[in-house]
């Protein structure tokens, strides 16, 4: 065995030298931003998505299923399902896909808000 081939202990993390150097440099971020969501300020970052900056926030649920009410997120993050939409100042949009500006409005959940807003609520009897 040759010394460029020598294995790491099993106690050491072994040095990785084959890989392009895009892979070893740390991600640039554009300055960051602040979006309001469902009240909350939240840091984002310009040229980051709003899905993105949701997640980085622990935001990971952005609706409910109308009809059982399970969790639904990012899911295919190219604007295809739907999943993700949330009300973006005033509209209705695919959060993967549309890009974060300073100072917009997120609601998650707002349809499930909507359809309850229109709806009498249920009591307990």
């Not at 009809?67 to 399902?81: E, I, K, Q, T, Y």
């Not at 100042?89 to 890009?99: E, K, R």
């Amino acid at each position: 065995m040759t010394s460029s081939q020598a294995q790491a202990s099993p106690n050491q993390t072994p040095q990785v030298t084959a890989s392009p150097d895009w892979v070893r440099k740390p991600v640039a971020r554009g300055p960051a931003i602040r979006l309001v969501v469902d009240g909350v300020t939240v840091t984002a970052f310009e040229g980051e998505s709003v899905g993105v900056a949701l997640a980085a926030a622990g935001r990971l649920v952005l609706r409910h299923s109308p009809g059982l009410g399970a969790p639904r997120g990012m899911f295919c993050l190219m604007g295809v399902c739907q999943e993700c939409a949330v009300d973006i100042d005033g509209a209705m949009l695919p959060s993967c896909m549309t890009p974060a500006r300073d100072g917009m409005r997120v609601t998650t959940d707002a349809l499930t808000r909507r359809r309850d807003a229109g709806s009498p609520r249920k009591t307990a009897e």
